[in-house]
């Protein structure tokens, strides 16, 4: 049994999840998401899942995949480009890009900023910069197929670089040592004495010279700004801040607005050496900030835990998956002290991947389990690739660490699935096997010319036996079928239970001899009614009957018991017989379920009895539970069942008139099994009736058309005409409603008896049938 096929990585909601999905993907190239290998999958579920402009480029054309945010980079290119080889999309720069691809393929991961490129995306050239993380992907054998690349459109940045880099080298003749923002304050009240356009126009435009801080730009005063100024004033030692932030009421009447600086406060001093002020000079980083930031947010949005690690191993930054799910900080699991999170079992396996990989400079992976915050371990792969110098040597590695639990637990469950399978068809060829050798024999008798009527007679009836079992088990897996894909229908009518238990031990009774065991029954209250399906009910008391005498030695104790509970009518069925493990009541109404101590007994059996037991108790809206008090301890299942209630008065039976036997009918009879119609012949002409045979559709016809029958008994898959078509025929002729069409054919779902009764057939037996209900429908019908 296979897996059905795993298309959750393009289950996202965005335009090219969708537009992925709905491309024909059959032709040369990647072929059907569903074979898509494993690397190719992950990587575009990063990818789609992500608002960071990402795309791939696989296989021998580099057919590239993207997401939304590269769409949008794309421009008219986009969506006539989903699937297209990477250098034909871009063919106006492909001796741009073709080096780079080369490089990525070749193996090597790198990163260029703000790299040039002259591109035609909305119909003309433009000039535009981007910043490029390209990576190789590999496949499921290491080789490259393809490669990653995550990249921004920095062109906006270059352009206003640009424009900054103007305007600084405009105010060079005025501050020529002063990149950036550049002031000067006087005294301990720090008054502006000098404030360059790029201050100005870091603070709003405000009028600041000759004003002190505190009135001329009153909203830092609370941020710190001042005591640091006053800091630098009283101790002459100078400032430097990193990345700092700022809020700034930069236009009249509006809320502040956000600024990241980076700045130094260096004190100025008289001539004796007093301090007497503070020159600032600095940069705004605001973009690089919010760039730094977007990426720290990719980072955590991805949902495997990332990390970055020096050459040496010891590691430097993870993601916020890492806290999340082990509940350490980072700072606590920087260099070694996320080994914490290892199970004792692994570490080992952790520190020599770590060692052996330390001196080369290749990909590696490793599966270990990781304690989460709950306690818990779990199975992890974690993935590294190394960052090179030019010289080769790794400077440091990048990582994810992806939880792969579920799908080590999946493949587990898999490989169950998969044992059951061999051993169910072991069983059952072992099942149907053993009644072929009697019947084999049995046919060797009937035709040894020395066989004496006794032994005919006795070789006849073992041939019965053995095809009612065979036909015993064909039924259950039908059933078992029809129960997994809900095909299975319920025939409720009101019924006796008395009637039902009674059902139940004839079809038991049978077993229960043969090994001399007690069969018993009592029912609580005489005269139950029950609404249920009568021939299923039946089945499901008869099932257990049989199973608790499978397994209940010679001389044994057998007992169903009947009852009327609050939540419905219980039927309990007890035996004094092998009884079970308690592991083994967990599982016993599995398919193909059986107890390990039953494995050698005789009586075999497909292991499907209680699995469709427990179908068939469903359907009815009941509940099934086992029970046993260990090995040796005899067994007892419960089922119950609610829509019960006393006896009700009979119905009325229907008058219709009833043929009276021997009549002497005319049956055409058509199979392409000539030894299957043979043998029904000579049954049927036993009773007196007149049947002729064929072997297929077409003298079906012909031959109708002359004899006009009473009764047609069609096989369904015969040459030249199959049996629908014989039957349409028939029902077409003058004379075609009278005869009596009977359906005979192995195919027996719910869906095959529909199309007969469509095609016009009157009744629909599935093969193997029993020859003498055939022989009582034909007996009985009034033409």
């Keep these: ?115 040039p490129l002259l591109m035609r995306r909305h119909g003309y050239d433009e000039e535009t910069w981007f910043t490029f993380s390209w990576s190789p992907v590999r496949d499921e054998v290491g080789a490259v197929a393809g490669f990653f690349c995550a990249c921004t459109e920095t062109t906006g940045m270059v352009l206003a670089e640009r424009h900054q880099r103007a305007e600084q080298e405009r105010l060079q003749s005025l501050f020529s040592q002063a990149p950036g923002f550049v002031a000067i304050m006087r005294g301990p009240d720090h008054v502006f004495e000098i404030a360059n356009q790029a201050y100005v126009q870091l603070t709003g435009f405000r009028d600041v010279i000759g004003k002190p801080l505190a009135l001329a730009l009153p909203e830092v005063v609370e941020q710190g700004f001042v005591q640091l100024l006053d800091q630098v004033f009283r101790t002459g030692e100078p400032y430097v801040g990193r990345s700092v932030r700022l809020m700034l009421n930069r236009e009249r009447d509006a809320p502040p607005t956000e600024a990241w600086l980076d700045f130094v406060y260096q004190p100025l001093r008289d001539a004796t050496g007093a301090v007497n002020g503070v020159f600032v000079q600095g940069h705004e980083v605001t973009e690089l900030q919010r760039t730094q930031q977007a990426l720290l947010a990719f980072s955590n949005s991805i ?5 970055v690690a020096a050459a040496d191993g010891l590691l430097e930054r993870f993601n916020s998956q890492w806290q999340a799910y082990t509940g350490q900080t980072e700072q606590s699991a920087l260099g070694r002290g996320w080994t914490a999170a290892l199970h004792p079992d692994d570490r080992a396996v952790a520190r020599q991947t770590w060692d052996s990989v330390r001196a080369g400079n290749q990909a590696w992976q490793v599966e270990y389990r990781l304690r989460g915050a709950d306690g818990a371990y779990r199975w992890f792969r974690a993935h590294a690739v190394p960052q090179l110098d030019a010289t080769g040597r790794v400077l440091r590695w990048f990582g994810t660490t992806t939880d792969i639990e579920d799908s080590r637990t999946a493949a587990q469950v898999l490989r169950h699935a998969d044992r059951q399978k061999d051993e169910f068809l072991a069983t059952l060829a072992h099942e149907l096997r053993n009644p072929l050798a009697p019947i084999r024999t049995a046919v060797q008798l009937l035709t040894s010319p020395g066989s004496t009527a006794e032994m005919r007679e006795r070789a006849t009836a073992v041939i019965g036996r053995q095809v009612g079992h065979m036909a015993h088990l064909l039924d259950d897996l039908i059933d078992i079928a029809r129960i997994t894909r809900r095909r299975l229908d319920l025939k409720k009518e009101w019924v006796s239970v008395d009637e039902l238990v009674e059902t139940a031990l004839e079809t038991a009774r049978p077993l229960a001899h043969d090994k001399k065991q007690s069969l018993s029954a009592s029912v609580a209250s005489p005269g139950l009614h029950l609404v249920a399906d009568p021939v299923r009910v039946a089945q499901i008391l008869s099932n257990l009957l049989n199973n608790a005498s499978k397994y209940t030695d010679v001389g044994g104790r057998i007992s169903l018991e009947v009852s009327l509970e609050s939540q419905g009518l219980c039927f309990s069925v007890s035996d004094s017989g092998i009884g079970m493990s308690e592991a083994a009541i967990g ?34 809206g009941g509940s099934v539970s086992a029970h046993s008090d260990g090995a040796d301890r005899g067994s007892r299942f419960v089922v119950t069942l609610p829509g019960s209630a006393p006896a009700r008065a009979t119905a009325p039976v229907s008058d219709a008139s009833v043929a009276p036997p021997g009549c002497i009918r005319t049956v055409l009879l058509a199979d392409d099994n000539r030894d299957a119609a043979d043998v029904l012949a000579e049954l049927l002409r036993l009773d007196g009736h007149l049947v002729h045979t064929v072997s297929d559709g077409l003298q079906a016809v012909e031959l109708a058309a002359q004899l006009r029958p009473d009764v047609l008994v069609l ?31 192995g195919w027996g779902q719910e869906d095959d008896r529909q199309k007969a009764l469509a095609a016009g057939f009157d009744l629909h037996l599935t093969k193997p049938f029993d020859p003498l209900q055939l022989s009582t429908v034909i007996s009985e019908r009034v033409f």
């Design 1 to 115: 049994m296979s897996a059905a096929p795993d298309l959750s990585f393009l289950s996202g909601d965005t335009s090219t999840s969708q537009l992925i999905r709905g491309m024909d993907w059959s032709g040369p190239g990647l072929g059907p998401p569903q074979q898509w290998p494993q690397p190719l999958r992950s990587v575009v579920s990063l990818m789609l899942g992500s608002a960071f402009p990402m795309f791939v480029a696989w296989g021998p054309a580099l057919q590239t995949l993207y997401n939304d945010a590269y769409g949008e980079i794309m421009g008219a290119k986009h969506p006539a480009g989903m699937g297209q080889p990477f250098l034909d999309i871009w063919h106006e720069i492909r001796n741009d890009l073709a080096p780079l691809v080369a490089r990525a393929v070749g193996g090597e991961a790198f990163f260029m900023e703000n790299l």
């Design 715 to 745: 096989d369904i898959g015969m040459p030249g005409m199959n049996g629908y078509e014989v039957a349409r025929h028939v029902r077409a002729q003058p004379w075609g409603s009278r005869p009596l069409l009977i359906a005979a054919t």
């Design 303 to 307: 949902p495997a835990i990332a990390w």
């Design 587 to 620: 599982h016993v109404f599995a398919m193909f379920a059986q107890e390990q101590s039953a494995l050698d007994r005789s009586e075999g059996g497909l292991g499907i009895g209680l699995a469709l037991v427990k179908g068939l108790v469903e359907l009815h």
